[in-house]
């Protein structure tokens, strides 16, 4: 087996790991300032599709997290660069909170569907103009397949039950852009000039964060507290 090479990168997970909704994970403030004592690069990746950035930043500096903006990648991110890449008109079935994340991409005739956590839209008539979208031929882009998160009141279903009821009455296959997926990890690595071997990822989630950065080439140290609470 080849030699790991030193630590220069640390890939770090927020709902579940540092914060539960609008509570912090006990201890999480003095576990990230040590690690800010660390001679490593930190970058903070999120599947939450339950809000934009912005509003996420707002939430995590409330609870006294000292992050900036640019050192948040996020799933959103990434759904709204592969559409401008395929240039295609999404159906976006993400939260409201979310929108912002896709300011001036255009919705009108969509001919796309893109799919996070949106309770407000898993509604029959929704889902349908979806399911006829795909039927004609668009694309479908999810923002990621969880099968459950962490909540206060208990752990609630995720967007990938949704995704695969698409994907099983369309006999399609989803494009997924957030975690687990290896080029979810690689493009937020590319802005830190590191490479997979030189990187950890620290995650509440076996399957999205730790499995998912160990396929991709890293290592990964999960914690039991977000699904293990």
């Known amino acids: 087996m080849a030699a790991r090479r030193a630590l220069k990168a640390v890939l770090v997970d927020l709902s579940g790991t540092l914060h539960i909704e609008d509570s912090a994970v006990p201890g999480a403030q003095e576990a990230l300032r040590r690690l800010r004592n660390a001679p490593v690069a930190i970058k903070f990746v999120t599947n939450t599709t339950k809000e934009c950035k912005k509003t996420l930043l707002e939430r995590l500096r409330r609870l006294e997290f000292d992050i900036t903006e640019d050192e948040i990648f996020t799933s959103l991110t990434a759904a709204r660069n592969l559409l401008e890449q395929k240039h295609v008109r999404p159906l976006l079935l993400v939260d409201n ?133």
């Open 97 to 229: 909170s979310a929108l912002p994340d896709f300011e001036g991409i255009d919705t009108n005739s969509p001919n796309a569907v893109v799919i996070g956590l949106a309770a407000e839209h898993f509604n029959y008539q929704t889902m349908n103009k979806a399911f006829r979208l795909l039927l004609d031929g668009a694309p479908l882009i999810a923002i990621h397949k969880a099968r459950y998160y962490k909540r206060k009141d208990g752990l609630a279903l995720g967007p990938g039950p949704f995704v695969t009821g698409l994907e099983y009455a369309t006999d399609t296959k989803a494009t997924v852009v957030g975690k687990p997926e290896k080029t979810f990890f690689l493009e937020a690595l590319r802005s830190m000039g590191c490479t997979p071997e030189e990187t950890i990822m620290i995650g509440d989630d076996c399957r999205d964060d730790v499995g998912g950065a160990q396929n991709a080439g890293m290592r990964g140290i999960l914690v039991k507290t977000g699904m293990y609470f």
